[in-house]
C-alpha cells in the first residue's frame, strides 16, 4: 500500500505526462492505429502487387524451334481454377505461406505469371538473363518430341536468377508446366501397356493436419508478436521515464519537488508507478489491438485463428517486464542532465529486445536451461510458447519469479540513483557514485533497495551455478554420491560469502545486519520445538497437496539413490546431515532472515515477512514443493523477527531439514514408496499430534523471546517503536540523503 504523498506524486506524473501529445501519441494513438493501418496497407500494397504482377509477362528463353512447344504446354486447362478455388487450403501449407512466402501470397493465391516464349542459344540466353531482358531460360534437347516418343531419357535444365523474385516466379511457373507434361506422358505410356496409373504407385501417401486453427496462427504470430509488444512496452516508458527525470532537471522544476515535505522514496515511488502505468497501458493497449486486427483480417480457407487463450497470461508477463524496464529507464535517464542526452542515454535499452529478437528466432531454441533466467529473452520464448499452447507451470514459475526479481533489482538501482543528491543536482554524473566504495556511508542495516537487487542478482547466479555443477558432476548413471556433495557446496559462497562481501563493501554494521546476537534461552527452546515438530507437519501438508496437485515421482526419486549410498555409513549420513541440515541452516538464514529480511523491514513487518518468505520459496523448486517452502520461508522470518536473532533460525531450519532425512528411521516409521499418479502417504496420526503441538508450542515460545532495552529497539535495521507520530522532515537540496 502507498503512501498518500507518494500517491499524490504519482497523479501528479500521470497528469503531467498526459498532458504531453508525445506521451498521448506513442502510448494510445499509435496501438489503436498501428495494426489496423497496417492491415490496410498490406492489403492495398498486396493488391497493387497482384494487379501489376497480372499485368506484367515474364519472358523465359528456350532452345530454337521450341517456341511453340512450350506455348502448348502453358495452356493451363479452364477447370484448374475452379479446383483450386473449391479446393480447401491445408493449415500446414498456409503455414509455410505465412512464414516463407510474398506479401502477396500471405494475402491470399498470388496470381499465375504470364509467359512467353523467345528462342535463343545458350549463350544469347546468359547474357540476356544476366541484363535482366528475359527472367530464365531452359536448356534441353532441340529433338524433345523425338526423345519422347522413343521412350528415352533426357535431360531438361531450367536456369534463372535466385536473386530476382520475378526470375523464381518464372522457373516455378516453367517446372510446374514441365511437370504436368511429364505426368501426361507417363500416362500415355501406361494406358498403352494397358496399365493403370496406381499399378506404379504402391500406396498412395496423403497428410492431414491435426494442429488446431489457434496453434497454427500462434506458430506464425510467436515469432515475431513477442518481441513486438516488448518493443512497444518500452516505448511507452521511454517518454515519460525522460520527463521525469532529466526533462525535470532541463525545466528545473526538480528543485520545487524535492523541497516538498515528500521522503525521496515516496517520490521515487509516485514517479516509478506513472512510468509503469504508461508501459502497462502501452503494452495491453497493443496487444488488445493486435489481437481484434488479426482476428478480423481476411484469413480465407487458411484456418488461422488468433491463440486467445493464451492472451491473460501473455498480458501477466508483461506486468513485471514493464516494471522492470521502468526502473532501468528512470534510473538511466537519470544520469543524464538534459532530455537528449538522456534519448542517447537510452537508445541502446532498445537492444536488449533486438537481442531477444535474435534469440527467439533461431530455429530449434527452446525454453530450458538458462534461457529460463535469461531477462526479456526468457518472457518472448514464454510467450511463443503460449501461443503453440505450450509452456509447463514450472517453466511460467521459473520465467515469472525472476523477472520479479529482475524487476525489483531495476527499481531498487533506480531508487539508489534518485536518492543521490550528486546525480539529482549536477550536470554530469557517473556510475562510481554507486560502486565506489569510498561514496558509502558506514553503519546500519541495508534498505530495502539493496536488499532487492541482492535478491535479484543471486537469483541468476545461483540457478547458473548449480546448472554447472549438475553438468560437470552428474554423469550417465545419475548423480553420484561424490557428486551430491559438490553440488551443494557452493551454499557457502552464494548464500553466505556473496552476502557477507557485499555488506561489508556497503560499510552496513555486519552485526546489525546479520542479527549475530545471542539468543534468549526461550528462543532457543522454541526453535527446538519448531524443529522437532515441523518436519512432520510439512510432511502432512505435502500429503494434502498431492491429492490435488499432481507432482513427479521422477523428481523426487533423482536424489534417492545419492542419499541412499551417503546414509548407509556413519560418516556418510554425517556429510549428508551437514550437507542438508547444517549448511542451508546457516546459509540460507544469513541471506534471506539476514540480509534480505533486515533491508525488507523497512517497508513493514507483515510486507517484509511475506516478501522474504515467497522469495525464499522462489529460490527452491520443484515447483510442487513451492507452496510449502514459502509457508517456512514466513515461519523462519517470523522467529528472526520475533527474537532479534540469526541463530534461533538457525536451529529450526538445520533440525526441520536434518531430521527429514533421519527422523522416519528415529521414529521406526516405514514410509511406504510413492507410485507414480497417487497422492504422498500421511503421516500416522501419532506422529502427526505431538508434532502439531510441538510446533504450538515453537511458535509461543519463539514470539516476544527477545531482548530488552537497547537490542530491542535498535538491532533490526527498522526504525525503532515510538509511541509519538514522527512527520516526515522537509527535504532540502542538501538534506536529501538524510
Known amino acids: 500500500m502507498i503512501s498518500p504523498k507518494a500517491r499524490a506524486v504519482y497523479l501528479k506524473e500521470l497528469r503531467d505526462a498526459l498532458r504531453d501529445r508525445r506521451t498521448i501519441f506513442a502510448s494510445i494513438v499509435i496501438p489503436l492505429l498501428l495494426y489496423p493501418v497496417m492491415l490496410l496497407l498490406t492489403a492495398e500494397v498486396s493488391q497493387i502487387a497482384r494487379a501489376k504482377l497480372e499485368r506484367e509477362v515474364h519472358v523465359v528463353a528456350v532452345p530454337q524451334g521450341s517456341a511453340e512447344f512450350f506455348s502448348s504446354l502453358n495452356a493451363v486447362p479452364k477447370d484448374e481454377p475452379k479446383e483450386a478455388e473449391n479446393k480447401k487450403e491445408d493449415p500446414a501449407a498456409a503455414l509455410r505461406k505465412m512464414q516463407g512466402a510474398s506479401m ?247 537492444l536488449i529486445p533486438v537481442i531477444g529478437m535474435m534469440v527467439v528466432s533461431m530455429p530449434g531454441i527452446e525454453l530450458e536451461g538458462p534461457l529460463l533466467l535469461a531477462p526479456v529473452a526468457n518472457v518472448a520464448l514464454l510467450i511463443k510458447e503460449l501461443f503453440l499452447s505450450h509452456g509447463t507451470a514450472q517453466q511460467i514459475a521459473f520465467v515469472f519469479f525472476s523477472t520479479c526479481l529482475y524487476a525489483a533489482g531495476a527499481v531498487a538501482f533506480a531508487g539508489r540513483v534518485f536518492a543521490r543528491e550528486e546525480v539529482m543536482f549536477s550536470e554530469q554524473a557517473s556510475l562510481r557514485l554507486f560502486l565506489k566504495r569510498r561514496f558509502f556511508k558506514a553503519g546500519g542495516a541495508p534498505k530495502a533497495g539493496d536488499a532487492l537487487l541482492l535478491a535479484a542478482l543471486l537469483f541468476p547466479i545461483n540457478f547458473y551455478f548449480q546448472l554447472a555443477m549438475q553438468k560437470a558432476l552428474v554423469g550417465p548413471d545419475g548423480i553420484t554420491a561424490t557428486a551430491f556433495s559438490f553440488m551443494l557446496l557452493p551454499i557457502w559462497i552464494v ?82 546431515i551437514f550437507l542438508i541440515g547444517v549448511t542451508p541452516g546457516i546459509c540460507e538464514e544469513h541471506f534471506f532472515r539476514g540480509f534480505l529480511q533486515q533491508g525488507m523491514l523497512r517497508s513493514g513487518k507483515w510486507v517484509a515477512l ?93 514470539r516476544g523471546a527477545r531482548k530488552t532495552g537497547e537490542q530491542k529497539n535498535g538491532e533490526t535495521g527498522a526504525n525503532p517503536p515510538s509511541s509519538k507520530k514522527v512527520e516526515p522532515p522537509v527535504l532540502t537540496m542538501t538534506g536529501m540523503l538524510n
Open 104 to 350: 502477396e501470397e500471405k494475402m491470399g493465391k498470388a496470381p499465375t505469371p504470364k509467359l512467353t516464349f523467345a528462342e535463343m542459344t545458350e549463350t544469347q540466353a546468359e547474357t540476356a538473363l544476366a541484363a535482366g531482358s528475359i527472367r530464365a531460360y531452359v536448356l534441353m534437347p532441340d529433338n524433345i518430341k523425338d526423345v519422347v516418343a522413343a521412350e528415352t531419357n533426357t535431360k531438361v535444365e531450367i536456369r534463372y536468377d535466385q536473386a530476382e523474385q520475378r526470375s523464381r516466379d518464372a522457373s516455378d511457373r516453367v517446372q510446374t508446366m514441365l511437370e504436368r507434361y511429364e505426368q501426361t506422358i507417363i500416362k500415355e505410356r501406361l494406358e498403352k501397356r494397358n496399365l493403370s496409373p496406381d499399378s506404379i504407385r504402391p500406396f498412395k501417401l496423403t497428410t492431414k493436419n491435426m494442429a488446431k486453427a489457434a496453434k497454427v496462427g500462434g506458430s506464425v504470430l510467436g515469432s515475431f508478436l513477442p518481441l513486438l509488444f516488448i518493443m512497444m512496452l518500452i516505448t511507452g516508458a521511454i517518454h515519460p521515464a525522460i520527463d521525469t527525470t532529466a526533462g525535470e532537471k532541463e525545466r528545473s522544476t526538480l528543485e520545487t519537488l524535492i523541497s516538498a515535505p515528500v521522503r525521496p522514496i515516496e517520490i521515487i515511488t509516485g514517479k516509478f508507478l506513472a512510468v509503469a502505468t504508461m508501459a502497462l497501458a502501452n503494452a495491453a493497449l497493443n496487444v488488445l489491438s493486435f489481437a481484434l486486427t488479426f482476428s478480423m483480417m481476411p484469413m480465407g480457407n487458411s484456418g488461422f485463428q488468433f491463440p486467445w487463450e493464451a492472451l491473460p497470461l501473455t498480458l501477466l508477463l508483461l506486468v513485471p517486464l514493464a516494471l522492470f524496464f521502468s526502473g532501468l529507464l528512470l534510473a538511466v535517464a537519470s544520469l543524464a542532465a538534459n532530455q537528449k542526452e538522456a534519448q542517447i542515454y537510452c537508445l541502446p535499452i532498445y
Open 495 to 576: 548464500f553466505l560469502g556473496l552476502p557477507v562481501a557485499v555488506a561489508w563493501y556497503l560499510k552496513l554494521d555486519l552485526k546489525k545486519t546479520f542479527l549475530w546476537y545471542a539468543p534468549t534461552p526461550r528462543a532457543v527452546l522454541g526453535a527446538v520445538c519448531l524443529g522437532l515438530g515441523s518436519w512432520l507437519v510439512a510432511q502432512e501438508l505435502l500429503s494434502i497437496q498431492s491429492r490435488f496437485w499432481e507432482f513427479s515421482v521422477a523428481e523426487m526419486e533423482a536424489l534417492e539413490r545419492p542419499m541412499r549410498e551417503l546414509s548407509s555409513t556413519f560418516s556418510g549420513m554425517a556429510l549428508l
Open 610 to 702: 511475506i516478501t522474504v518468505g515467497v522469495i525464499f520459496g522462489a529460490y527452491h523448486f520443484p515447483l510442487f514443493r513451492q507452496p510449502l517452502v514459502m509457508t517456512m520461508g514466513v515461519v523462519l522470518a517470523y522467529v528472526a523477527f520475533e527474537t532479534r536473532s540469526m541463530w534461533p533460525g538457525v536451529i529450526y531450519h538445520t533440525l526441520h531439514n536434518s531430521l527429514g532425512l533421519i527422523g522416519p528411521a528415529l521414529l521406526n516409521w516405514e514410509q511406504t514408496k510413492t507410485a507414480p499418479g497417487q497422492p504422498m502417504p500421511s503421516v500416522p496420526l501419532q506422529f502427526l499430534l505431538p508434532a502439531i503441538v510441538l510446533f504450538g508450542a515453537g511458535l509461543f515460545l519463539v
